[in-house]
C-alpha cells in the first residue's frame, strides 16, 4: 500500500507547470501590452504637453506685447495733453496781454473827450505798468511752452519707434519661444554620454506649419505699409505720412481730444473770487442780475403770453482744440485727407462784455396759435433780429428782414497759440468748419465762439483784438501725431488667427520606439488609433489666446464712472489662456496632421448605409 501510494503522488508531480507555462505566455503578452500602452500615453502625454504650453507661451508674449502697445500709446495720449496744456498757457498769457490794449482803446474812444485827457493820466500808468508785468508773464510762458512742447513732441516719437520696434521684434520672439517650448516639453533623447542622437523630438505639423503663418499674418501683417487684410488683421501700425491711415489718427485725435484736463477742454476749474464758486467752464460775472420773465395773462377766449430777457455780464471762455489743418476729407481719393503729421494744437482765450436783450409776446384764442411777434439783441444772433408767425407759419421769411448789426457788447481781451506745421488764421478756420462762413462751432474752445466779436479784427478795433487763432505759433517743429499701433475689429476669423494661437505638434513612431517597444509589428493595432497614431506619428493640437479684461476683484482697478471697457490697445489689461479647441480645428488636425483621407472614409461609409436592393 505504501509502496503503492508513494508511486501514485510521484506520477502527479508537474501537472501544474503546464498550465504555469501556458498562463506565462499569456501573462507576458498582457505585461508587454501594459507596458507599450503605458510607454505609448507617456508619449502623447508629454507631446500634448508640449503643445499646450507652447500655445500658452505664445499667448503670453502677445499679451505683453498688446500691454506694452497700452501703455506707450497712454503715454502718447498724455505728453498730447501736456502740449494741450503749454499751448493753452501761451494763449492765457497773450490774452492777459492784450488786456491793456483794450484799456487804452476804449479810454481813448469813449473817455478822452468827455472827461478833457484827463483819463489818459489815470489810465495810460495803468496800462503801462500792465503791460511791464505780462510781458514777462509771456515771455516765461512762450520760452516755457515752446520748450515743453518740443520735448514731449520728441518723447512722442521715441516711443512710437519703441512700439514698433518690440512689436516686430515680438515675431521673432514669438517664434523662438514656440519652438523651443515644445522642444523643452518633447526633447530630442540621447544615449548616456550624451555623443549619440537616438531619437528625435515633437516638431510642428504641418496644420502647425499652416496655423503659425497664418497667425504671423493676421497679428503682425498690419506693421508692414501696404500688408494689412482688414478683414483678418487683428493689428495695425499708423503711419502719420500715410493718407491711407487717416482713420486711424481721427481715432487718435478723438481719444487724445476726450482726454484734455479741465483746464484745457473749456478753463474749468476756476474758482470765482464773488461768489466763490468752482466752475467747469470759464466764468461769467453779472454786471447786473439776470432778468428773465415769462408771463401769462388768461383772457376770456384767449391768453397771451409775455417774454422778456436782460443779460448783462464779463464773460470768460476759453479752451484748446486738436484740428487738422487740411480741412475734411476730400472727396473721391479713395481715403481720407486727415493724414497723422497734419494736426495741430490750437488755443484761444477771450474776454467780453456780453449784453442780450428780447422781448416777444404770443397771442392763443380757442386753442388755436393766432401769432407771436419777438425781437432779440445777441452776439449769438449776431445783433438786432425780428421773427413773427401768424396762425402757426412762421412769415419771418417771407417779411424777409434781414439781421441788423447791432453793438451786443465789447471785446475786453483775446489771444490765442498754436503748435504745429502750418499756422492757422482766423480764414482758415472759417474753411475748416461745416458752418456757414462767419460762424464756428459753438462748443469749440470751451463754448467761446459763442462770442465771435472778441475774437475777430474788425476796423477800426486796434491790434489787440487778435483773430481768433493768430500765428502765434511756439512750435513749428511740431509734425501732428506719432507713429502708433492699435487693434482692428475683425469680420473673418476661422479660429487659428489672432487673437487665437492653434498649434499642431507630432512625433513620429520611429522616434517614439527608438527608445521603446517596436509598434512595428504590433497585433494590438487599436493602440495606434487610440493614441492617434496614424500616419506613423503620433500627434496633439492646443489652442490659445489673448483677452482683455479689466480686474474687478480689487477697487483700485475699478472705474469710477462704472463704465465697461473693451479691448483695444489704449487699455492695458490684456491676459492669455488656453481655450478649447473646436470640431473644425480637430478635423483639420486629423486631415492634415494624421492624413486621414476623408474621401475614402466617406465612400466606405456610403458603402455601409446603402440599401441593399433585390436581385432578380
Request: aromatic content about 10%; glycine content about 10%; charged content about 15%.
Amino acid at each position: 500500500m505504501v509502496f503503492g501510494q508513494l508511486n501514485l503522488q510521484g506520477r502527479q508531480r508537474g501537472q501544474s507547470s503546464v498550465f504555469v507555462v501556458i498562463f506565462l505566455g499569456v501573462l507576458l503578452l498582457a505585461l508587454i501590452s501594459l507596458y507599450k500602452s503605458g510607454k505609448l500615453t507617456s508619449e502623447k502625454m508629454q507631446l500634448q504637453n508640449a503643445a499646450d504650453a507652447a500655445a500658452y507661451s505664445v499667448s503670453v508674449v502677445e499679451a505683453r506685447d498688446l500691454n506694452f502697445m497700452s501703455y506707450t500709446n497712454r503715454a502718447m495720449v498724455a505728453n498730447e495733453v501736456a502740449i494741450a496744456q503749454m499751448v493753452g498757457l501761451v494763449s492765457w498769457a497773450q490774452f492777459l496781454q492784450s488786456m491793456s490794449g483794450w484799456m487804452r482803446f476804449y479810454e481813448k474812444t469813449f473817455l478822452a473827450g468827455p472827461t478833457l485827457g484827463i483819463s489818459t493820466g489815470v489810465v495810460e500808468p495803468i496800462a503801462a505798468g500792465w503791460d511791464v508785468v505780462m510781458s514777462v508773464l509771456g515771455s516765461v510762458m512762450r520760452t516755457l511752452g515752446a520748450t515743453a512742447t518740443k520735448i514731449l513732441h520728441v518723447m512722442n516719437k521715441i516711443y512710437g519707434i519703441a512700439q514698433y520696434g518690440f512689436h516686430l521684434t515680438s515675431v521673432w520672439f514669438m517664434v523662438n519661444t514656440l519652438l523651443d517650448t515644445i522642444e523643452t516639453n518633447s526633447p530630442p533623447r540621447y544615449n548616456a554620454d550624451g555623443s549619440t542622437k537616438l531619437a528625435d523630438g515633437a516638431r510642428l505639423s504641418e496644420m502647425g506649419i499652416v496655423s503659425l503663418i497664418g497667425h504671423i499674418i493676421s497679428y503682425y501683417g498690419g506693421a508692414i505699409p501696404g500688408f494689412t487684410v482688414p478683414s483678418i488683421s487683428f493689428t495695425k501700425t499708423y503711419l502719420p505720412t500715410k493718407r491711407a491711415d487717416g482713420v486711424g489718427y481721427e481715432r487718435l485725435a478723438a481719444i487724445t481730444n476726450e482726454a484734455r484736463d479741465p483746464f484745457s477742454r473749456e478753463r474749468g476749474k476756476t474758482r470765482r473770487i464773488w461768489p466763490p464758486h468752482d466752475l467747469t467752464s470759464g466764468w461769467t460775472l453779472d454786471i447786473i442780475p439776470p432778468i428773465h420773465i415769462k408771463e401769462t395773462i388768461d383772457l376770456v377766449i384767449a391768453s397771451v403770453t409775455i417774454n422778456f430777457d436782460l443779460e448783462l455780464n464779463v464773460n470768460r471762455k476759453g479752451g484748446t482744440e486738436l484740428r487738422h489743418i487740411k480741412g475734411p476729407a476730400v472727396p473721391g481719393t479713395g481715403g481720407t485727407s486727415r493724414r497723422g503729421d497734419q494736426f495741430n494744437w490750437s488755443a484761444g482765450d477771450r474776454l467780453s462784455l456780453d449784453f442780450l436783450f428780447g422781448a416777444g409776446l404770443e397771442v392763443e384764442a380757442l386753442g388755436i396759435d393766432v401769432g407771436s411777434i419777438s425781437f432779440e439783441i445777441s452776439q449769438a444772433a449776431g445783433g438786432f433780429v425780428f421773427s413773427a408767425s401768424l396762425l402757426g407759419m412762421d412769415i419771418t421769411d417771407i417779411l424777409d428782414l434781414p439781421t441788423i448789426p447791432f453793438p451786443t457788447g465789447g471785446p475786453l481781451g483775446s489771444g490765442g497759440a498754436q503748435a504745429g506745421s502750418s499756422a492757422i488764421t482766423m480764414a482758415k478756420i472759417l474753411q475748416l468748419t461745416p458752418q456757414p462762413i462767419g460762424q464756428l462751432e459753438p462748443h469749440r474752445y470751451g463754448t467761446a465762439p459763442a462770442s465771435l466779436l472778441s475774437w475777430i479784427t474788425v476796423p477800426p478795433l486796434p491790434p489787440a483784438a487778435a483773430n481768433l487763432i493768430p500765428p502765434n505759433n511756439i512750435a513749428p517743429t511740431y509734425r501732428g501725431l506719432p507713429m502708433y499701433t492699435d487693434t482692428l475689429q475683425q469680420t473673418v476669423n476661422p479660429g487659428f488667427l489672432a487673437p487665437y494661437f492653434l498649434v499642431g505638434v507630432i512625433k513620429d513612431m520611429e522616434d517614439v520606439q527608438a527608445t521603446g517597444p517596436d509598434y512595428s509589428s504590433d497585433e494590438l493595432d487599436e493602440l495606434r488609433t487610440q493614441y492617434d497614431a496614424g500616419n506613423d506619428r503620433i500627434a496633439a493640437i492646443a489652442k490659445s489666446e489673448v483677452y482683455f479684461k479689466r480686474p474687478l476683484d480689487l477697487g483700485y482697478f475699478a472705474r469710477l464712472d462704472g463704465n465697461e471697457e473693451l479691448g483695444s490697445a489704449f487699455n492695458p489689461f490684456w491676459q492669455a489662456r488656453l481655450i478649447d479647441t473646436s470640431w473644425a480645428d480637430r478635423i483639420m488636425s486629423l486631415y492634415l496632421q494624421q492624413k486621414q483621407d476623408f474621401l475614402e472614409l466617406g465612400d466606405i461609409m456610403d458603402e455601409i448605409t446603402a440599401p441593399s436592393l433585390p436581385s432578380f
